[in-house]
């Protein structure tokens, strides 16, 4: 199923693929999660032969897993910053000050929506609703949500993210800490 | 036969009885009702159609109420005709007022991001939009926003070129390559109103099928790069034709101007194409018959040619025939029509008493194809092309078949598409990394040059294996011997196929050419036998008109073509006559060629261009191409098809069979041909094979060989 | 009728996530009391409980259930749509996050009363948290053997579990798009009835499926364990249960409020600690997806699918926001068409056309170069597209805009005739087309 062409996958990688591929009834159904394995695996993006590999690894056309790729709004077809700001401007938020932490964060950090800073830090863009609204405004970030946002603490959190030498900063300013979600903070992964 | 279920449904208040589950498109078609639509196409997959919204209906069904009472129930939404299938009760109506309004809103939003570049665009004349916006548009925009822009013409290959502004998202495209040829280059990507179509990673669209995207394209996003700005449709002129490129023999249109081809495009013939073609014909048909052509006599004149008339011309050569009578002779090529090699045998063996007349096949020898015969029939392809589609199981030997017979393999394709068969395929480790019947073969066993025999023999091994209530001889299970293990269990999937019962094979025309013929051809006999499939070994050829030419005896006559070229150069055939063929450039030995025929007494050759061969020519004759005139072909499967002549010849050339009845003529034995009908109703007469070549099935779907020895 | 917490009753309990706590608070008792029953009788209890969907349809859960092959071969997909993208919402977030095993387990006895083998559950893929939560909680099921071969020694009921992250579309919501999605494909719906067979006939993979929304399935367990009567006694008759509204916007306490059905919808704003920063102009009941309420028409509306349908609005999926009198309407109209016209999948025409455009004279008019024909132009998008896309994304996208214009249609003409906004101060973001792209899909 999970054919052994020539490919970045890394070992732990192709048995995590392997793995998923087992959960389908054909290796076809596993494209959406070979393209998460992909993306970090190809340290964050989905380039031509990331889907390539996943294309041959599933046994599918490439065009096809192109097709899929370029389709959700959550895989990265080109190279961005370390830590993906996404700002939830939907109807909650969009009522509830996320243009002014938008308007704070292009003054922060020097650049416009859909840009990346050209230390490769920070790519910002606007989000459909995140599905957070309670702790309006939303901010996303890589795999961590930041509620209670506002265009006053958000340069806390940029701060941290900076210092942060990977992409899940594991702890953030109080003022920051206090304004997310309660039940979020300090949750674990993996 | 046919066990589908018929049920009452009313479109308009017609009322019809249609088989359950037809799509109401079709149903209303049937009846004389067009229903608008861009997405639907009957030969692609319903899965990713439906999504133009064109075709919406209204559409009520009967229901039964609490008290028994049964009222018709108004579906509150429009609906798809093309994805609606019949179902008992139902009531349509196709023009309302409520449908019309729909279509006019789809229509609209059509519009909206489309360039209306009419002006310039090669579908403008032809195009379902522009057409369908007569009946639907509005006679003004009330879009002011700024349109969807892409960079125009991009090139998807050398063939195809892509227009995403025009593109209208019908998924036709995408579905042709994924249903039907099955290469799945073209994918949607991205979505919403930035949906476009593309190929993986901008890589060529190298389709052996791309052009057929072109034809079904509603709009003008996908267009000829050859074509492109040479036309307009309304300029054109339209002729039916057969293609010329290989022995499938697909029904074609030949869009005409001025004496040129412009362009190629498919013309249904359910029993052969369908209505597809492959690249190679679409693009090369038009390239092959096109360019510097010969329009007078030649003869030679020291190192040139001087142009002379048909009388000089004919005059000499029939001199130079009539000197060399029995020991003439002529090599004809593979595009000559039926009535020219007819009128040649004529010439040749009535006027001149020689049967000296020659043909060459793709690399087979003729003792092959007797062999072969005796084994599997006279009929090299008993199955036929649309008789694929009914196999359980059909097994390509020796064949890239996609490449070798494109059509051929599209029904394969088809037939394992709706899981009517099963594929599978022996073939030599030199063919490409994955075959396109590699692609969804059950099983693909791959044999080293001169293996064949010894795979068909494991294959053997394996069904007996597979098997044990298989009956057979001490002598084929002794030459069968056990199973091989280590061929990662190909060998035993084929089995496994093969010991379903009865199935069909296809034999490419070189898996029979190389020296291990005959334990091919045996190990083939052993296999065809155990599997009971000996009346369904197909073997393909490649040329044009390969099957016409062997049932009109120009296979393996006196001399065979290495026996020609030798006596031209010996001396020992004073008269040569190479018609339509290019030995020089075309046969596997230039050199010899080359050689041989500048020892050549005399040389004639007939062709439409001066090729390298009808440089080396004493007297050069200018004949027609397939869309000077008019004559039949013989296809694969022995099917005679009609072409039409769509303009005149160039100057004054002429088809060879007019040729050969000028000189019987100067021989003093003039024939009563007009035309070609005169001279197929002769070879009805006359040949056997041609026996029930009957004129009315011609225009249909063509007229089948009767399988017979050819007789002399 | 007032706040009553069924599924949400021990959200706050420390641990309720792990297997443990869970049990002790009474977890699993619906699976042990389902399996103790034949089939059709979890499935009888489920319709005499009168649950309806909770994704947002609102169609009766047991009808689908019952709509699964009884004999033949068993190869049935159980699917959970936790995909929850309707803006507003955020019910399914919290459920996996802090009831996972409430999910669990009402999948679990789904799985039993249709024989089911194998489900997925299609988790949003921002939802990374709640799908580790989901994780480890499905881990514990299969160890305490809730999950598994011969669940809890029955020894015809096997149930495995996967999960399935989705990657951003808002359209995988829709079932069919789901299985599209699930099977590895682009986010695209398929055709359904009259058109395809229903999803419990042939679904994913050719198979029988039956997909319900993480609340539906939450429900379950209670139902099972209490029986379908005592459910039935809560909320109206038509409407009978509780149900979770996601309140957010312009209230004091903002979150997940489970309430009877039927409750009045001014409570639940009060329950939520009431309007703050004005008075309220306008509620939209059930996410972006269904009409808009100006405040006068508010009062006396019950939330219950009967209820709201009255108000001409819909119950939905409970994103229930409130917006204050600061708020601009067509401001917030111009950012729920961005938000279609970005979800849009691009299959069919109406929608991927229609959204755009009304996406597009949106950003104009907002931009100050509104014209008075164009509030009647988008009402005649929203008719050219309302009813004849491919699923109900395109319809979904209409009614929100239509409602608005009919409810608020003086403030799209001030727009109009003052190029700006009548909210003073007012000024809408100059971003053009709402989400800008991610810098990888540029062009
Ligand atoms: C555009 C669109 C988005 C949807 N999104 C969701 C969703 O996020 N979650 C959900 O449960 N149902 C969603 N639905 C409804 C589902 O199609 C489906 O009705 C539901 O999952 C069925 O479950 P239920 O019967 O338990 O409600 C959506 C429907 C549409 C048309
Ligand atoms: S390019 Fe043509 S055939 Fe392909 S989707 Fe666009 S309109 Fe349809
Ligand atoms: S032809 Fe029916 S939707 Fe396109």
Redesign the pocket.
């Known amino acids: 199923m999970v054919a052994s062409s020539a490919g970045r996958f890394s070992e732990a990688g192709l048995a995590q693929l392997t793995e998923i591929v087992s959960h389908y009834p054909d290796a076809g159904g596993a494209i959406l999660p070979a393209l998460w394995l992909a993306q970090r695996e190809y340290g964050g993006w989905l380039p031509a032969e990331a889907v390539a590999e996943v294309a041959a690894r599933l046994g599918r056309p490439a065009s096809e897993v192109q097709g899929v790729a370029s389709f959700y709004t959550m895989y990265n077809m080109q190279q961005r910053g370390r830590h993906h700001i996404e700002v939830c401007t939907c109807l909650t938020c969009g009522c509830l000050g996320a243009y002014e932490v938008i308007d704070r964060l292009e003054q922060l950090l020097g650049i416009h929506l859909g840009q990346t800073t050209p230390d490769g830090e920070f790519s910002l863009t606007e989000a459909e609703c995140l599905n957070y609204c309670e702790a309006a405004t939303v901010v996303q970030v890589g795999e961590r949500y930041f509620g209670g946002v506002n265009a006053g603490n958000v340069a806390d959190l940029i701060d941290r993210l900076r210092g942060s030498d990977d992409c899940t900063p594991v702890s953030l300013s109080n003022a920051i800490v206090e304004a997310i979600v309660p039940g979020r903070a300090g949750a674990t992964h993996g | 036969m046919n066990d589908t279920k018929l049920v009452n449904v009313t479109i308009n208040g017609v009322a019809l009885q249609v088989p359950k589950g037809e799509r109401i498109i079709e149903s209303a078609r049937r009846a004389g009702i067009d229903i608008p639509y861009f997405c639907y196409h009957p030969r692609l997959s319903m899965e990713n159609g439906a999504n133009c919204r064109m075709c919406l209906v209204e559409m009520a069904m009967p229901r039964t109420g609490p008290d028994g009472m049964v009222t018709l129930a108004k579906h509150p939404k429009p609906q798809t005709a093309c994805s609606l299938p019949a179902d008992e009760g139902m009531v349509v109506e196709t023009e309302t007022e409520a449908t019309v309004k729909a279509r006019k809103g789809v229509l609209e939003f059509l519009l909206i991001n489309h360039p209306l570049d009419c002006p310039v665009c090669d579908r403008g004349g032809e195009c379902p939009l522009q057409n369908n916006t007569l009946h639907y548009g509005a006679g003004a925009s009330r879009y002011i926003e700024a349109k969807r822009r892409y960079p125009k013409a991009y090139p998807l290959s050398e063939h195809v070129v892509l227009d995403r502004e025009r593109c209208i998202q019908c998924a036709r495209c995408t579905r042709f390559t994924q249903d039907i040829s099955g290469d799945a280059q073209l994918d949607f990507l991205k979505r919403g109103a930035d949906t476009q179509i593309g190929t993986f990673n901008a890589e060529a669209f190298s389709s052996l099928f791309s052009g057929n995207t072109i034809e079904i394209c509603p709009v003008g996003a996908l267009t000829s790069r050859h074509y492109r700005f040479q036309a307009r449709p309304w300029d054109l002129a339209t002729q039916k034709s057969i293609c010329t490129e290989c022995s499938n023999g697909c029904s074609i249109k030949l869009d005409h101007r001025d004496g040129q081809v412009l362009r190629v495009n498919g013309r249904v013939n359910e029993a052969v194409n369908e209505e597809w073609t492959c690249d190679r014909g679409k693009f090369g048909l038009p390239v092959a018959i096109s360019g510097e052509r010969l329009t007078a006599p030649l003869l030679r004149d020291g190192d040139r040619f001087r142009e002379v008339s048909w009388d000089v011309a004919l005059g000499t050569v029939a001199e130079k025939l009539q000197r060399a009578g029995k020991q003439a002779a002529v090599l004809a090529g593979s595009k000559l029509a039926n009535e020219d090699l007819y009128a040649l045998q004529a010439l040749f063996r009535g006027g001149l008493g020689s049967t000296r007349s020659g043909y060459r096949l793709g690399g087979q020898s003729s003792e092959a194809r007797d062999v072969a015969a005796g084994l599997f029939g006279l009929n090299p392809m008993p199955t036929g092309i649309a008789g694929l589609e009914a196999s359980p199981w059909t097994l390509v030997v020796g064949s890239d078949l996609a490449v070798e017979q494109p059509i051929v393999f599209l029904r394969l394709r088809k037939s394992w598409r709706f899981g009517k068969s099963k594929a599978l395929e022996i073939i030599p480790a030199s063919a490409p990394g994955k075959t396109h019947v590699g692609a969804f073969a059950a099983s693909s066993v791959r044999y080293a040059e001169g293996g064949l025999a010894e795979a068909l023999r494991r294959t053997c091994a394996a069904l007996l294996a597979a098997n044990p209530g298989l009956t057979a001889s001490q002598e084929v299970l002794a030459w069968a011997g056990s199973a091989v293990q280590n061929d990662g269990g190909a060998a035993r999937r084929m089995a496994e196929v093969l010991a379903t019962g009865p199935g069909a094979m296809v034999v490419g025309e070189r898996a029979l050419a190389g020296p291990d013929w005959r334990e091919a051809l045996a190990a083939l006999g052993h296999l065809a036998a155990l599997t009971g499939s000996s009346g369904s070994v197909n073997r393909l050829v490649s040329g044009c008109n390969d099957r016409g030419a062997d049932a009109l005896g120009f296979v393996g006559g006196e001399l065979g073509v290495a026996g020609m070229l030798a006596g031209a150069a010996s001396g020992s055939v004073p008269a040569l006559w190479i018609a339509g063929a290019d030995p020089v450039t075309q046969y596997h030995d230039p050199q010899s060629v080359i050689a041989s025929l500048e020892r050549a007494p005399f040389l004639v050759v007939s062709d439409i261009k001066l090729t390298a061969t009808a440089r080396m020519a004493d007297v050069v004759l200018p004949s027609c191409s397939v869309a000077e005139r008019d004559g039949t072909f013989t296809n694969v499967e022995g099917r005679v098809q009609r072409f039409r002549q769509a303009f005149e010849p160039r100057g004054s050339a002429s088809p060879d069979w007019l040729i050969a009845a000028r000189l019987l003529q100067r021989l003093g034995k003039p024939s009563v041909w007009f035309g070609w009908q005169d001279l197929l109703a002769e070879m009805r007469a006359h040949v056997p094979a041609f026996g029930e070549v009957g004129f009315d099935a011609l225009d249909k779907d063509g007229a089948m060989l009767v399988a017979t020895q050819v007789v002399d | 009728m007032a706040e009553l917490q069924v599924l949400l009753q021990h959200r706050n309990v420390p641990g309720i996530d792990g297997i443990d706590v869970y049990e002790s608070h009474g977890g699993y008792a619906g699976l042990r009391a389902a399996l103790g029953k034949e089939r059709q009788a979890v499935i009888d209890e489920v319709k005499a409980s009168g649950l ?8 009766p ?1 047991w009808i ?1 259930w019952n709509g699964l092959p009884k004999s033949g071969p068993a190869q049935h997909y159980l699917l959970c ?6 803006p507003g ?1 955020f019910k ?1 977030r919290e459920l996996l996050l802090k009831l996972p095993h409430m999910v669990v387990e009402g999948m679990a006895i789904a799985a039993y009363a249709t024989r089911s083998a194998n489900g997925f559950v299609y988790v ?1 893929g921002e939802f990374v948290e709640s799908a580790t939560q989901l994780r480890r909680a499905i881990d514990q099921a299969h160890r305490r053997g809730y999950l598994g071969r011969n669940i809890l020694g029955h020894s015809d009921f096997c149930f495995d579990l996967h999960i399935h992250t989705g990657a951003g579309s ?2 995988c ?3 069919t ?2 299985m599209s999605s699930l099977m590895g494909e682009r986010g695209q719906p398929r055709l359904k009835p009259p058109h395809g067979p229903l999803p419990v006939v042939s679904g994913v993979w050719g198979s029988p499926t039956l ?6 399935y939450a429900c379950v367990p209670h139902i099972l364990t209490h029986g379908g009567a005592w459910y039935a006694a809560m909320g109206t008759q038509r409407s009978p249960g509780t149900k979770i509204f996601s309140v957010s916007g312009h209230v004091a306490r903002p979150g997940n409020y489970e309430i009877e059905l039927g409750t009045p919808l001014t409570e639940l704003i009060d329950l939520a600690g009431g309007v703050v920063g004005g008075a309220l102009k306008a509620v939209i009941p059930g996410g972006s ?1 269904v009409p808009i309420l100006p405040a006068e028409k508010c009062a006396g509306v019950t939330l219950d699918y009967e209820g709201c349908q009255a108000a001409g609005t819909m119950l939905g ?1 409970g994103g229930f926001m409130v917006f204050n009198d600061k708020t601009d309407i067509v401001a917030l109209m111009r950012r729920t068409a961005q938000f279609y016209a970005h979800e849009s999948c691009g299959k069919c025409t109406p929608c991927r056309e229609g959204t755009r455009w009304m996406s597009r004279v949106l950003d104009r008019i907002t931009a100050g170069a509104g014209r008075m024909e164009d509030i009647d132009l988008l009402l005649s998008i929203c008719d050219q597209i309302d009813g004849r896309s491919y ?3 395109g319809d ?1 996208a209409s009614w929100p805009i239509r409602a608005g214009i009919r409810n608020f249609r003086h403030e799209f003409e001030h727009w109009v005739r003052h190029g700006s906004s009548p909210i003073p101060g007012f000024v809408p973001p100059v971003r053009s087309h709402g989400p800008s792209p991610v810098p990888g899909r540029q062009e």
């Open positions: 309806r969907g909770r994704g947002g349809a609102g169609f859960t689908k749509n936790a995909d929850e993208g309707e919402t399914d949003r808002y359209e919501g829709e079932e798009a789901l997909i319900n929304n993480v609340e539906t997806s999926s699923c109900p994304l979904a």
